[in-house]
């Protein structure tokens, strides 16, 4: 499907640049049906069954579409799910792996990263640790300046420019952990408070 006006309006959505919503990375251009017309053609033309997605993970993900013992998708719909909700992020790498929950990993997890592989294909984690290493060295800029309010721009910069959603890892999740940011938050307590609002509104 692509009708324009569908296209214009999910173009619109996702800002500027036009990043596939899978794998964040790559340019989108194909309209997906998150249920494959295949197994749900009552889904083929309602507006909430889009989502604008690259060529690559359109292809890759096809009709493949696992469901669990009650008949839920297991694949992430990230216009409704938080993917850090199943997903751990390893900063040294970009690599994305399912969470580990009790005695297994996160089914959703696993069947994402299983049909959309290219989430974690080299290209892919090489722009993930670029911002990354952006988000490491506007705080060591931060916490290296007598004025840190003055430099908050360059990591609220960061968080505006973040295509791959990673301040929602730092801000929310185990990457508020990490050395850098606990010590953000212990040394500069008001710029820690505007970047996880920052990051909540990204």
């Given amino acids: 499907m692509k009708s324009k006006v569908v296209v214009d309006a999910l173009k619109s959505a996702v800002g500027i640049r036009q990043r596939c919503l899978y794998c964040c990375d790559s340019r989108s251009a194909d309209v997906d049906h998150f249920i494959p017309i295949g197994i749900d053609f009552t ?18 993900k096809g009709k493949r579409f696992p469901l669990d013992s009650t008949g839920a998708p297991l694949i992430i719909d990230p216009t409704r799910v938080d993917p850090w909700d199943h997903l751990i992020l390893d900063t040294a790498t970009g690599y994305l792996a399912p969470r580990f929950l009790d005695d297994d990993f996160d089914s959703m997890g696993e069947a994402t990263l299983d049909v959309l592989s290219c989430i974690n294909f080299e290209s892919v984690t090489e722009g993930r640790k670029r911002v990354i290493r952006r988000y490491y060295e506007a705080i060591d800029r931060i916490l290296e300046s007598s004025d840190s309010s003055a430099l908050f721009a360059s990591l609220a910069r960061e968080v505006r420019e973040d295509e791959y959603g990673v301040s929602g890892w730092f801000a929310l999740r185990e990457g508020a952990t990490e050395e850098k940011f606990l010590q953000l938050r212990k040394d500069s307590p008001h710029c820690w408070r505007k970047f996880v609002r920052l990051a909540l509104q990204n």
Avoid: G, Q
Wanted: some cysteine; charged content about 30%.
């Fill in 43 to 60: 889904k083929a033309f309602k507006w909430a069954n889009f989502i604008w997605v690259c060529p690559e993970c359109n292809r890759r």
